[in-house]
């Protein structure tokens, strides 16, 4: 273990107060006085944090390094759910809402620790009784619903290993992943409600699990209560109602696996993104209690994910139930039934802490102000932002019209593969509009050249993290070559494929993706995976999808499609291929353009030249081209 030097960092939790006035920028030197101590004693900082949280038996050592391969807590032994629920029990917390549901129509649920604590320790139990094992996969594919995180839990409870996903995805989407990770069980919903509309889940959860003998059980929450289950199929409140016993934690070593979460890569198949129990319990504890400078009693705290998607796993579930918060889980359209819901929830809860992606602030900007005007927003203290940059007009109308020019806008930079925010824009330091912001405390973050030179400010460059850091990814599931790759772009260091620069004073802004990447609406989809989507349809030879600038969603998805002989181009047959992209992958990876071409730039060897349909779409030079293609 490292030194164990009472790091005035340890002050930073007084220091935040939320009682404070927020925008005061005297804390600006702090930040790096704060941040220079903690690169002194890394791992004397993660111990003493660590120490903070339960662990059946305290680890030997903090960090074990083997490049590429980090081990962090090495022998600790620990259970994030224990953590989650037993921990707070403990602490007094039985009677506190843990969790509070609320969708569109305004119907809410309220959860105690309590209550979630029976609920998951059952289910827990149940799970084991029907055979799931440490170290079996469980898939769920549910709602943004108190469900969902009742599964997350109890996987974790018993060790098992949870992958959650989007309910956003169809059919093919869900069976690649079930393909990978091959689940004992798949957990998942009749339905879940989007737009006045319920959306069916439990179909599409049957046809994926028919071709895979392996799946023994699909778990049902049977919304509607009508539904007949078949066979192998279990009812989830069945399963709890009917348990009686309690699982107890298991005692799980702190590098054991926790979770996989599918994420797009260059190729057509997602990565299975590994995340560890100890590592991943602390980092996602810690940042989420500093960042956005929470008063874990009593703040009402809400991220507007979904428990699908990283920023769900890690700041609706674990970093605040680690925490012993309030946190806000909302399944809907975030304009529906009118564009005032998310500010009517605030106001009606008192949101404190209010956590969003810049697309849903910039369509909240074209309804105009009349609709958070409206409402009584002054209970808002501080404002966070994630999934892609947020421009400067976003960032000031987000400051001005929803945080009353109060509250700090905390921008955070991350990924599935870093478990936790890395680059943020801390509360207490000065405000720079456009940058995603400096690292947290200990983690070194770099924008290099090809070779791992560091650049001078404002030169563009490749966004680099030099150490390892405790809620990394510690793999891809199934494809150590595809983990490997990460440390191996830029040798020596992690590269997370952003590009970036960095100006005088260290503030990174983040400037897009390096590879055939995009971010729509803050979802990152591949473009060969809507391309192989794309190609189902009978009448498609081949496609190439490239990403252009969108006012509101940060990139609108361009297909360019060839058609078989003889087919005749249509705006039916647009609409066709639309639906086939819906049906197989899922409404977000539907293009929002499609072009008939004859046939597609390719390289010598056959490759689509992305680059180059995208520089003809923009308008580019062609002497941009060149160097481009380079
Ligand atoms: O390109 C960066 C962008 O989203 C990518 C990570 O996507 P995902 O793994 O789905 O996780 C999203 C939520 C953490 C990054 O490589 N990105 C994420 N946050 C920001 C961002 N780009 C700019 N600013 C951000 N705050």
Not at 312 to 338: K, R
Not at 513 to 525: S, Y
Not at 543 to 552: N, R
């Amino acid at each position: 273990m490292g030194k164990d030097k009472d790091l005035n960092l340890f002050k930073l939790n007084e220091v935040i107060l939320p009682k404070e006035e927020c925008k005061k920028r005297a804390y600006f030197e702090s930040y790096e006085e704060l941040y220079r101590q903690s690169l002194e004693d890394k791992e004397g900082f993660w111990a003493k944090i660590a120490s903070e949280l339960h662990w059946f038996r305290k680890w030997d050592k903090v960090l074990e390094w083997k490049y590429p391969y980090a081990k962090w807590f090495v022998g600790g032994k620990t259970n994030l759910c224990y953590n989650c629920l037993d921990r707070n029990l403990e602490k007094g917390l039985r009677n506190k809402v843990a969790l509070l549901y609320v969708n569109e129509r305004e119907e809410e649920r309220k959860i105690t620790y309590g209550e979630l604590y029976e609920h998951v320790g059952r289910f827990a139990q149940a799970l084991r009784d029907l055979g799931v094992e440490k170290g079996d996969r469980v898939l769920i594919y549910m709602p943004n619903t108190p469900e969902a995180v009742i599964a997350m839990l109890a996987c974790a409870r018993i060790g098992a290993i949870h992958s959650v996903v989007f309910a956003g995805f169809s059919r093919d989407a869900l069976k690649t992943r079930i393909e990978d990770a091959k689940p004992k069980v798949v957990i998942t919903a009749t339905h879940t409600i989007r737009r006045g509309k319920e959306i069916d889940l439990l179909n599409t959860a049957r046809s994926a699990v028919e071709d895979y003998p392996f799946v023994k059980y699909l778990v049902v929450w049977n919304r509607k209560g009508n539904v007949e289950l078949k066979e192998n199929e279990r009812g989830f409140y069945q399963l709890i109602k009917e348990q009686n016993r309690i699982a107890p934690a298991e005692v799980l070593d702190s590098e054991d696996p926790l979770f996989i979460l599918y994420t797009s890569g260059t190729t057509g198949k997602p990565k299975g993104i590994l995340h560890s129990v100890g590592g991943y319990m602390v980092g996602t504890y810690i940042t989420t209690k500093w960042n956005f400078n929470v008063d874990t009693q009593n703040d009402v705290y809400w991220c507007t994910a979904d428990v699908g998607w990283i920023t769900g796993h890690s700041y609706i579930v674990y970093g605040p139930l680690l925490n012993g918060m309030t946190t806000i889980l909302y399944e809907g359209a975030p304009n529906y039934p009118d564009p005032g819901i998310w500010w009517r929830l605030v106001q009606r809860y008192r949101v404190n802490i209010f956590y969003t992606a810049p697309t849903a602030i910039r369509m909240f900007m074209r309804y105009g102000e009349e609709y958070p005007k409206k409402y009584d927003l002054s209970s808002l203290k501080v404002l966070g932002s994630v999934g892609e940059p947020i421009n400067p007009e976003a960032w000031e109308w987000y400051y001005r019209i929803i945080g009353g020019e109060r509250c700090p806008i905390v921008d955070t930079w991350w990924q599935t593969e870093t478990g936790m925010h890395i680059l943020l824009t801390w509360a207490h330091t000065k405000a720079k509009p456009g940058y995603a912001g400096r690292p947290f405390f200990t983690v070194e973050v770099d924008v290099v050249d090809k070779n791992g030179n560091s650049l001078p400010p404002n030169h563009v460059g490749l966004l680099v993290i030099k150490a390892p850091w405790p809620s990394m990814l510690r793999n891809v599931w199934g494809n150590p070559e595809r983990y490997e790759k990460y440390w191996n772009i830029v040798p020596g260091y992690y590269c997370p494929e952003d590009l970036a620069s960095k100006d005088e004073e260290g503030f990174i802004t983040i400037l897009g993706r390096t590879d055939d990447v995009l971010n729509v609406a803050g979802h990152r989809i591949g473009t060969a995976e809507v391309e192989s989507a794309i190609i189902e349809h009978p009448s498609v030879v081949e496609s190439a999808v490239i990403g252009k600038p969108d006012d509101i969603k940060g990139q609108r998805i361009k297909a360019f499609v060839v058609l078989k002989l003889g087919v005749k181009p249509s705006g039916e047959l647009k609409e066709e291929i639309r639906k086939t992209v819906r049906e197989v992958l899922g409404p977000i990876a539907v293009p929002d353009e499609i072009e008939f071409v004859e046939k597609l730039p390719k390289t010598r060897s056959g490759k689509i030249m992305r680059r180059l349909l995208r520089a003809k779409e923009l308008g580019m030079e062609v002497g941009d081209l060149s160097t481009l293609e380079d």
